[in-house]
Nanobody, 125 residues
Framework: EVQLQASGGGLVQTGGSLRLSCTAS????????IGWFRQAPGKEREAVSC????????YYRKAMKGRFTISSDNAKNTVYLQMNSLTSDDTAVYYC??????????????????WGQGTLVTVSS
């Protein structure tokens, strides 16, 4: 059974940090791209970052570059998203997803095969 378990969300003050985790099982982790998305209330789901597990290449949405860092621990089938300097605009449900697509970019949302359940991040002012 394929599973993506996202965790690490919570309540944090403006300027604070959180580290999200996404643990995968049931598929060949090394062959996939793992992406982080977020969805704020009333807004569409948007891409945050992704990592190609096979070569470790990482990509970020422009607004997150320099504040967020994506990494993986392949031995644990886990991808992390370290989020720093958080603002209220970062408040959202964060989802991780897995795609068989690679390339020099993050796959489009439609190209992700598996999704986790989401973890809520709330940034208070």
């Amino acid at each position: 059974e394929v599973q993506l378990q996202a965790s690490g969300g919570g309540l944090v003050q403006t300027g604070g940090s959180l580290r999200l985790s996404c643990t995968a099982s049931g598929f060949s982790f090394d062959d996939y791209t793992i992406g982080w998305f977020r969805q704020a209330p009333g807004k569409e789901r948007e891409a945050v970052s992704c990592i190609h597990i096979s070569d470790g290449d990482t990509y970020y949405r422009k607004a997150m570059k320099g504040r967020f860092t994506i990494s993986s621990d392949n031995a644990k089938n886990t991808v992390y998203l370290q989020m720093n300097s958080l603002t209220s605009d970062d408040t959202a449900v964060y989802y991780c997803a897995a795609s068989r697509h690679g390339g020099s970019y993050c796959p489009a949302l439609i190209d992700y095969d598996y999704w986790g359940q989401g973890t809520l991040v709330t940034v208070s002012s």
